[in-house]
């Protein structure tokens, strides 16, 4: 099986990868930890836009419609946003994959006060990998 950074570089996709300093950056002003898993994402890849799908992330504007810390300030507001997740990417009709960054896991969310819709069982590579490229 390919690796996401693979599949990235096979489609050509537009990723914006960022540095550390912006990372705890965002760490700091979120007000939890991220997981590794995550870091790595954001160091790797910022951003992925392949097709219909624009993840959430760094690496872009602060004022951009696709940096996380902006989605997650608009979206958190929502009394069922869980906690330690951040926005990963919108689904449509007020859906949201967020990714939790104390369980390492992709959940579905939805807005508004809908909560918790299902959790995936993939980790963050694979399940962007199947959303990304097998959808």
Known sequence: MKTLEQMVQEHKVITRPTDMESINALQTALGFP???EYREFLSHFGIIVHGAYETYGLGVPNDY???VLNAYKELSQ???YPPNATP???EG???YYLY???K???ILWGTPH???VSVTNLDLNKFLIKKFFES
Request: net charge negative; glycine share 8%; aromatic share 4%.
């Open 100 to 102: 939790d960054n104390k």
């Open 93 to 95: 009709d007020g859906q």
């Open 78 to 80: 929502d009394s069922t």
């Open 88 to 90: 990963l990417l919108e």
């Open 104 to 106: 390492n896991k992709v």
């Open 114 to 116: 809908l909560g918790v």
């Open 34 to 36: 991220l997981s590794a």
């Open 65 to 67: 419609y696709l940096n």
